[in-house]
């Protein structure tokens, strides 16, 4: 008998597009819900709820910090956005808005509205888009009321040193105890909403609405109750067509001081689009919005070009280093900034390579990392790479597109980066599905890829959870060192470490990851799998006898392992199995095993923590004199 070991087993990751016995010894053929690391193969962490339940199913979610470093979270549905300040969701959803009917001056107590329905019989209401007074916000005058008659607000008080307003001034109510929202119009698949930070502005849009701002004061401090609001500037300057004031963009992106929108339609008219056109605003100050888009006024520097040289449309696009990206279905390009009188150079990166869909492309420390219509690839801002040749490509776009791209499903994929991990998330419908329940993790420091589930995910953010919500501290545990079993992350115990918070947009809910073994409250079923080993003379009939795992297991526990065996490269792998293995009482799997090809399967379904660092078989060629043969 002799050993064969199995060693860095967390060098190389899952390859599924080579046949395993092609495969190298430390390689892997199947796996899910595992992590590579340097000492070998882990069961991811679980997730665990976080934030509390929302009033509507979230699909898309964004960390937001203030000028002051007070921390919140946006969420945004098909129809209504809320935002997390730590303790709970506010509506701020945006609400109905009017204009005025007629002038006014900075002295009318009463104010007559174009339509006033909506309104209550009393309240507040913001006017216009000019700062006004001490501690008003930016944007907007903010004037309370007494009562309402038909169209008329009366007992207007007005703040020291208000300014007129013209007739078809802005006029929205933001009592938000008594008015309704105006609910977005944002499909699951089409209309997904992205969001940006200008300058400390938080902006999001959907394709379909007017883009939408959170209000921050003249410090860069929202207010928790004030609602979203249709950007500044935006109906005015962005028109396209004489009498149109409702352009809209699928993306927008800020870039140094600009505000990019890419992908344009007229009035949510998905019939009347201008696919290919980006266009810019001028400069922004801190905390404001672009003061115009309008690219006919030679002294500001606003614009727009058109990516004619290939026929596909913009889907996304991102800043990386002193340049921005953007991807087209088909294709890709690189904008530069060149200053007057162009202000901004275009030049095609990619004639062929485009992006798969919205948010499918990531910026993190290497590059862009993007899903694209056949591979993944890696963007340097000089070459186009893809990452999944050879590996991953044919699996995993067999199951994203599931043969049919008929099917919208897949335009829901998006991608995420855990800079913790130093991993990518490429998330997507897998197996058919109509939500996104699988990611495939590309750790991009090794160069290696796993697959994990997901719950129902809309959407994934990344940012800190202050006080990690639902979170096992130090302070907090129960347990002595040597009583807990549960392997602890850094993150349990770093609350300045980002985390990834999970949308569930089935559920409702949202999750923290990386955080205890179990999916929510539910065990999880993880294993690492290999078939195909040869075990050194791939045409001799072998016998293995026994196979030394060896694994780290929180607390006194068990894992599965199975043992696999062929005849051949043609015929599917028989298991022989479950063997519960307890690394701390057992120091081999016993087998009674014969044939060409082996494998083996390390499995958990438990609330358990488990690593692989390596693993030998015993084995010995049959027909050797004293062995025994084994059928």
């Known amino acids: 008998m002799s050993l064969v070991p199995i060693e860095q087993v967390g060098q190389v990751g899952i390859i599924q597009d080579v046949p395993p016995y092609e495969l190298p010894p430390n390689a892997w053929s199947a796996g899910n819900n595992v992590r590579v690391l340097d000492s070998g193969i882990k069961k991811i962490r679980g997730y665990t709820e976080a934030l ?18 007070t921390y919140y979270w946006l969420a945004f549905g098909q129809n209504k956005a809320a935002v997390w300040d730590s303790s709970s969701w506010t509506d701020i959803t945006r609400q109905t808005t009017t204009t005025l009917d007629g002038a006014i001056t900075s002295s009318d107590t009463t104010i007559t509205l174009t339509d006033a329905s909506s309104f209550p019989t009393s309240g507040t209401i913001a006017l216009g888009t000019k700062q006004v007074g001490a501690g008003a916000t930016n944007y907007y005058e903010e004037i309370t009321y007494t009562g309402k008659s038909t169209n008329d607000l009366t007992g207007c008080t007005r703040a020291t040193g208000s300014v007129a307003h013209e007739d078809l001034s802005v006029v929205t109510p933001i009592d938000t105890t008594a008015t309704t929202d105006n609910n977005y119009s944002a499909t699951e698949n089409t209309r997904r909403w992205t969001s940006t930070n200008l300058n400390g502005l938080l902006i999001a849009t959907n394709g379909y609405d007017a883009p939408q701002m959170w209000p921050l004061n003249s410090s860069g401090v929202p ?68 003061s115009t888009w ?149 750790n991009w420091e090794k160069d290696t890829f796993t697959f994990r589930d997901l719950p129902t995910t809309s959407h994934i953010g990344v940012g800190i959870l202050a006080g990690h919500p639902g979170g096992k501290l130090w302070s907090t545990s129960t347990k002595t060192w040597d009583a807990d079993s549960e392997a602890w992350g850094s993150s349990d115990y770093d609350t300045h470490l980002e985390n990834l918070v999970f949308a569930d947009v089935s559920n409702t809910k949202f999750y923290r990851d990386n955080l205890g073994n179990q999916e929510d409250t539910s065990n999880m079923t993880s294993y690492i799998e290999r078939s195909g080993y040869d075990l050194g003379d791939p045409q001799a009939v072998k016998f293995v006898s026994a196979v030394y795992p060896q694994i780290e297991i929180s607390g006194d526990n068990t894992v599965n392992v199975y043992i696999g065996r062929q005849m051949s490269t043609e015929e599917g792998i028989t298991w022989e199995g479950p063997t519960a293995f307890n690394p701390n009482s057992q120091s081999k799997v016993s087998c009674r095993v014969s044939g060409k090809y082996f494998g083996i399967k390390v499995e958990s379904t438990t609330d358990v923590d488990w690593r692989l660092h390596g693993l030998a078989f015993e084995v010995q060629k049959k027909g050797l004199r004293g062995s025994r043969a084994y059928g």
């Open 223 to 290: 207010a928790k109750t004030v609602p979203l609001r249709e950007l500044q500037n935006w109906s005015v300057n962005t028109t396209k067509e004489a009498g149109n004031s409702t352009n809209k963009c699928e993306v927008l992106r800020s870039f140094r001081t600009f505000l990019v929108g890419l992908n344009w339609n007229n009035a949510g008219d998905r019939d009347n689009v201008e696919p290919r056109l980006v266009k810019w605003s001028t400069e922004a100050s801190y905390f404001s919005a672009p």
């Open 52 to 69: 509390k339940t929302i009033t509507f199913p979230p699909y898309y979610i964004t960390p937001y910090e203030d000028s002051e470093g």
């Open 294 to 442: 309008n690219e006919g006024d030679a002294t500001l520097d606003a614009g727009e070009y058109e990516l004619a040289d290939t026929p596909g449309a913009i889907l996304d696009g991102l800043p990386l280093g002193d340049s921005f990206i953007i991807y087209k279905n088909d294709s890709i390009y690189i904008m530069n900034y060149v200053g007057t009188p162009y202000i901004f150079s275009f030049k095609l990166l990619s004639p062929t390579i485009g992006a798969l869909c919205k948010n499918a492309v990531v910026d993190f420390e290497g590059g862009h990392f993007f899903m694209g219509n056949s591979n993944f690839y890696l963007c340097n801002g000089q070459t186009v790479q893809p990452l999944l040749t050879g590996k991953l490509r044919r699996a995993v776009f067999d199951d994203i597109v599931a043969g049919d791209l008929s099917d919208p499903s897949w335009q829901k994929s998006f991608v995420v980066a855990d800079h913790v991990h130093k991993e990518i998330l490429a998330c997507y419908p897998a197996e058919s599905s109509s939500v996104v329940n699988k990611a495939v993790i590309w």
